[in-house]
């Protein structure tokens, strides 16, 4: 199984300032093929599903601010904040389905300082 | 619009089973692989496992902690996705959220085992 690990657990970031959520993966989601990264990154609030932010990476979807930004390949990925907004407090996750079994990092707490 | 509804969870004692449905619409679901993921109160997001489209063999993948006590199912005349889960264990509770392509998500039904 891929193991996926973020870092920090959990971080306070003021508001209007940049915050940044890393996700490793234990072996390279990177399909050479296609050469896409099978990594997604998700916003769950309190009492709400997980919401897609990014898939593949680095593709934002649609209605998704564009103060979230995705990047990386491989095995390390980062999911950055640009400008803090209140409306950004939730636990993030990363995701890689790249193969069976999916599997989640255990989620990073965004709160404002 | 994309609609989940998930349904059937409930409170059940540890050995019992359960079965968990997820109505789908807004999209076809004859052609989408389906996916159930959980959630234990306070605690991050587990993968339970997928079933494929029927098209693309109907197939079902499993993660390790329920696999031969959990059975995804789906009833493409209904849309209907199902999970039956026996031999539950206190472990097993958690919210359960159906999703598809990992996009589109249900609000979850909540599965409490205790005696």
């Known amino acids: 199984d891929i193991v996926m690990t973020q870092s920090p657990d959990s971080l306070a970031v003021s508001l209007g300032e940049r915050a940044t959520i890393n996700c490793k993966s234990s072996?390279?989601?990177?399909?050479?093929?296609?050469?896409?990264?099978?990594l997604g990154w998700y916003q769950q609030k309190p009492g709400q599903p997980p919401k897609l932010l990014i898939q593949w990476a680095s593709t934002r979807e649609s209605g998704v601010p564009d103060r979230f930004t995705g990047s990386g390949s491989g095995t390390d990925f980062t999911l950055t904040i640009s400008s803090l907004q209140a409306e950004d407090v939730a636990v993030y996750y990363c995701?890689?389905?790249?193969?069976?079994?999916?599997?989640f990092g255990q989620g990073t707490k965004v709160e404002i300082k | 619009e994309v609609q989940l509804v998930e349904s059937g969870g409930g409170l059940i004692q540890p050995g019992g089973s359960l079965r968990l449905s997820c109505a789908a619409s807004g999209f076809m679901f004859i052609n989408a692989y389906m996916t159930w993921v959980r959630q234990a109160p306070g605690k991050g997001l587990e993968w339970v496992g997928r079933i494929k489209s029927n098209p693309d063999g109907g197939t079902t993948d499993y993660a390790a902690p329920v696999k031969g006590r959990f059975t995804i199912s789906r009833d493409d005349s209904t849309n209907t996705l199902y999970l039956q889960m026996n031999s539950l264990r206190t472990a097993d509770a958690a919210v359960y959220y159906c999703?598809?392509?990992?996009?589109?998500w249900g609000q979850g039904t909540l599965v409490t085992v205790s005696s």
């Open positions: 999703t598809t392509g990992h996009r589109f």
């Open positions: 072996q390279s989601v990177l399909d050479s093929s296609s050469n896409k990264n099978y």
């Open positions: 995701l890689q389905y790249y193969s069976i079994p999916r599997t």
